[in-house]
Every structure is written in C-alpha cells, then in structure tokens.
C-alpha cells in the first residue's frame, strides 16, 4: 500500500553504481550502506513532508469555504496511525469537526498479512467517548444498512451538483473501509483560485512521493468546448496536477467511471510493490569512504 512504503534509491559515490531500496519502517533505515564495490556511504534521508499540499480550501461559495489539512492539525500525534496525508479518514475527522455533525475517530485495530485493519465509529458531537458510538457509514461504503448519514449530508454542501455528489458517493462505495485518498471537492487552487476542479486528490506512490490528479467529470461539456477543457488541463498541469477526464458512459450514474478511478488509484498505489525504482526518490551521499580506505 503507498501510504506504507519508503522506497530510496542512491548512487556509490565511489563506483557511480545506484541501487535501489524498500523500507517497513524509518526505523529500518540505516544511516549508511555498503556498495557492492566495497565503499562505504552516507547518505541524507528525507524528512517526513511528502509532496503534497499543507492545506486546500474546498467550497463552491466563496462566502462558505472550508479549510482542509493534508493531515488534522491536532497536536501530539493524534491520528499517527490512520490519518495519512489527504486520505479518506484525514478528511473525514476534519470535516465532522468543521460541520459539528458527528464525532468521527478511527484507531489502528490490528493488522491482517501486513495490512492495517482500522476500527472507523462515529458519535453524536456532543458525546465524547470513543468505546461507544456505531461503525461510520461513510467508510463502510454504506454497507451497514444506511444510504446517508448526517455527515455525508453536510458534506454534499460543498458539492456543486448532483452529478458531483453520486459519483463521490459511488466511489466512497466501491473503496469502503480501503485505506484510500479522498476526493477532495470544488479545491480551490493557486493564491487567485482560478482553477476550482471538480475533484482532486492525492495518490501515495510512497510515504515521500504522490501523485496529484484533478477529476473532471466532462460528459455534460459539448465538443465545442474541446479548447476550453485543453486549456484548463494545461493549467492544471501547471499546478501539478494530471488530469482525469471523466465522461459518463451510461444513464444510470457514475458507478462504472467512479470504478475505473478506484482501479486507477489502487494501480497507482501498488507501483511500489512490483516495481520500486518507478516510485523511488533520491537520498544523495553526502560522504563516502572506498573500500582500500576503510580499516580492517
């Protein structure tokens, strides 16, 4: 899962030789390696930001937008173990903050073949204790019985249309309990917020590198507007962020595009499991010892 590796790659400074590497933990990473040539090099890990936006603010109403952390800005490692950078439960704990419509938590339960299992509940606001409650509707993919709950309701505000809001819902069904990122609606992005997507998100190709998309669902756009939508993907690629043109394929809504977003996103999300050197980012050596140098 992306959000779970650490993937480095670095070159010997004595023989140019780079290598390749794929990390549980920080905790497994040693300040230094041993080339195949014998030398020996330090190197500089990078520090735990990934490349990912600190904050986006989300709204149609310029009057009633709200403010979104990459994590929840709650001091002392609050979430350290479920709330991942722009991530569905990221997102969901603050929203329920911001709207007071529950009061989402989730907890790190156990872990099944080296995947996380998360314990999702939500409570009334104004009921505080996390061993009560019932399991959160919206990471369950509606499948404990209900189509809504008071938080999707107040998150639909931020939706445009209905389009908008049955495809996020659609995919909220397919991923259920996945630990996935969250389609973050109506972002407004740059300091002079020209651009306001539809939906973005943010993939973990690993814990340090992600990749940014915008969603646009374009099946209502006529083909006259082809030029438009060619330069507003240029401008959100000059934003960072590639563009994922949705087009509905059927009348009956958004369940088979939300499904190839989810494939994409899990493809995307699994690189580093079959091929790491694709996903990984450079720890320079910052100093190097050959092998004829080092005593014995």
Sequence with gaps: MGYLH????????????????????????APRWKCQCGATNRWKIP???PNVPAFLYSGTDKQRVLKFYAVPPVQGGYGSQWAHPWSIRSYLSQASTHFKSCN???????EVLN?????????????DREDEGEPCHLTSGWSNGRSSCPLWDRTSELIRNDSEYRFLGNYLNIIRDRHFPMLIPQARLGIGERRRPDFVAFIPLQKWKFRWIAIELDDAHPQS??????????????????VFSVRRTSSLGYFEEARRLAEYIDTEMNIANHNPAEVAIEAKVTQTTPADNIPF
């Design 225 to 242: 507007d082809t030029a438009k939508d060619t330069q507003r993907d240029s401008d959100l690629l000059g934003h960072g962020y590639k």
């Design 47 to 49: 520090n735990d930001n």
């Design 6 to 29: 650490r993937v480095l790659k670095s070159t010997c400074g004595d023989c140019n030789q780079t290598f390749t590497w794929t990390f549980k933990d920080d905790s497994t990473i």
């Design 115 to 127: 995947e996380p299992v998360f314990r999702d509940r939500c409570t009334p606001d104004n009921y």
């Design 104 to 110: 989402f938590w989730s907890s790190k339960h156990t």
